[in-house]
């Protein structure tokens, strides 16, 4: 309706353009640093005397203070909600679940009636691993 006003050439003269735009203002970040005092330095010794996860590699390259907030002090102060379940939670799930299927077939030969049995208890095997992966989320829905 509007770009038929703006053709109308009777209706122009009645017509003023605006165009509207918000005012940004760049926020200033303040490159955090932490001195590796000795204190600092045995919680890593300590931390890698258990052995660095994959995840917690990634986490140090990509941002070194949540390493140290999270890995290192334990501190999680980043408390996201999931509306829909992550690709890392997602393949928990399902590496869990797995392995809760396939564990006490090891060592042997997989027939037939083993996969049947298997397949009955996929779905209490995932709902049991959501809800731990995925505390609060409900799996009983999807999303629109």
């Known amino acids: 309706m509007l770009t038929q006003l703006l053709t109308d050439?009777?209706?122009?003269?009645?017509?003023?353009e605006i165009i509207a735009a918000p005012e940004i203002t760049p926020s200033i970040k303040v490159l955090q640093s932490i001195t590796k005092d000795e204190s600092l330095m045995e919680m890593i010794r300590a931390h890698a005397e258990k052995g660095f996860s994959p995840t917690s590699l990634s986490n140090y390259i990509r941002n070194p203070?949540?390493?140290?907030?999270?890995?290192?002090?334990?501190?999680?102060d980043i408390l996201e909600v999931e509306?829909?379940?992550?690709?890392?939670?997602?393949?928990?799930i399902v590496h869990d679940t797995l392995e809760d299927l396939y564990k006490p077939y090891l060592n042997t030969f997989l027939e037939v009636s083993m996969l049947r049995e298997m397949k009955k208890?996929?779905?209490?095997?995932?709902?049991?691993h959501f809800a731990k992966s995925f505390a609060d989320g409900d799996i009983s829905r999807e999303k629109t």
């Open 83 to 92: 509306e829909t379940v992550a690709n890392n939670t997602f393949g928990t």
């Open 65 to 76: 203070i949540d390493f140290y907030k999270r890995n290192l002090l334990g501190i999680d």
């Open 9 to 16: 050439e009777n209706k122009l003269a009645d017509i003023t």
């Open 121 to 128: 208890n996929v779905r209490p095997l995932v709902l049991g």
